[in-house]
């Protein structure tokens, strides 16, 4: 409801997206919507629903580990050269075969690393990709839109070839993908027909929707062993901003750049993207000061497990 009288203050009243202030001779400018009273009070109300028993409602972040398994799991999956029905299963038949695994495994990974919400990543064309040097499959890509930048403007990203880390590779899997589907046109990411065959109509404007690819990510989370109903559309987006701060070793103000998070910290928008509910935690709380500790998550970039890394 805030967001929606955000926009109507915004879009319709023209008003700016600035902080509500008093000019101090009767007149007030800003958006009444990000005024300092509005803010406490949905402060005050999180509060007041957590005592009154209501629990979170947040999607888990997803991690580069388990996008590791799913892709081991996927490209382990049998490849037929012959079309055919999806194999059956003692629970019904298969999912998807191999062709959609690995078009989901682009859209995994274009997710992680881009930080991009599902809408963004469904609308990606082949067209929003420039290659710049193949050798080390440098490639930008440049969204038509986003929702910080509906009419454009956006900042490009560059991807490059990740061999260490095979499930985020985005210029292999992307190269792969259109090699197997014969994709040189329009929306990059298309529904299946149950022979694990691309639809390629000849109509461009149709995309994957959005409902699909969230029971075919579930289904995928169930087959590895995860509790599939935790994860999101925003796994990818909450997930990416974490491995780049514990993994990569971004800090804040990076991340909010590369993300297109607002850099301006007058909100905790940012910490709700590192900090979840339902997020895995990287180690126990009585390891925190132990000396003789050696865990954390190994470096696929120096190998090494130190603390940072969780």
């Known amino acids: 409801m805030r967001a929606a009288a955000s926009y109507y203050y915004v879009c319709e009243l023209g008003c700016e997206s600035s902080v509500f202030t008093d000019c101090g001779n009767g007149k007030w400018v800003g958006n009444p919507c990000n005024s300092t009273f509005v803010k406490r009070y949905m402060r005050s109300l999180k509060r007041q629903k957590v005592r009154d028993g209501e629990t979170q409602e947040s999607v888990r972040a997803i991690t580069s580990r388990k996008l590791e398994e ?4 996927n490209a382990n999956f049998p490849r037929f050269a012959s079309i055919q029905r999806n194999p059956d299963t003692p629970h019904g ?8 695994r690995l078009m989901m495994s ?30 080390k499959g440098k490639l930008e890509l440049v969204l038509d839109f ?9 900042e490009p990203f560059f991807l490059y070839f990740t061999e260490k880390e095979p499930w985020l590779n985005v210029p292999a899997l992307l190269y792969e ?10 929306y990059i990411f298309c529904s299946f027909f149950t022979s694990d065959q691309p639809k390629l ?5 149709k995309k994957l929707h959005s ?22 559309g925003h796994s990818f987006r909450r997930g990416g901003a974490q491995y780049f701060i514990h993994n990569r070793g971004w800090n804040i103000r990076k991340l909010c750049h590369y993300g297109g998070w607002s850099p301006e910290f007058d909100s905790t928008t940012i910490v709700r993207y590192i900090i979840g509910v339902f997020d895995e935690v990287g180690r126990r709380r009585e390891d925190y000061l132990d000396p003789d500790y050696q865990g954390g998550e190994e ?5 090494r497990t130190c603390d940072h890394l969780m």
Not at 70 to 73: D, G, S
Not at 113 to 133: P, S, T, W
Not at 211 to 232: C, K, P, Q, S
Request: proline share 1%.
């Open 70 to 73: 799913l892709l081991r799991f």
């Open 93 to 100: 038949r298969t999912w998807a075969g191999w062709r959609q």
């Open 106 to 135: 682009l859209m995994y990974a274009i997710s992680f690393m881009c930080l991009l919400r599902l809408d963004e990543v469904l609308n990606i064309k082949v067209g929003n990709f420039r290659i710049h040097a193949e050798d």
């Open 146 to 154: 986003r929702k910080t930048h509906q009419t454009g403007e956006v």
């Open 177 to 186: 993908w259109l090699e197997v589907s014969g994709i040189t046109e329009g």
């Open 201 to 205: 109509t000849l109509d461009k404007t």
């Open 211 to 232: 409902t699909v690819f969230l029971n075919d990510f579930r289904r995928n989370l169930y087959e590895i062993g995860e509790d599939m109903w935790l994860y999101g």
């Open 299 to 303: 470096c696929p970039h120096c190998g």
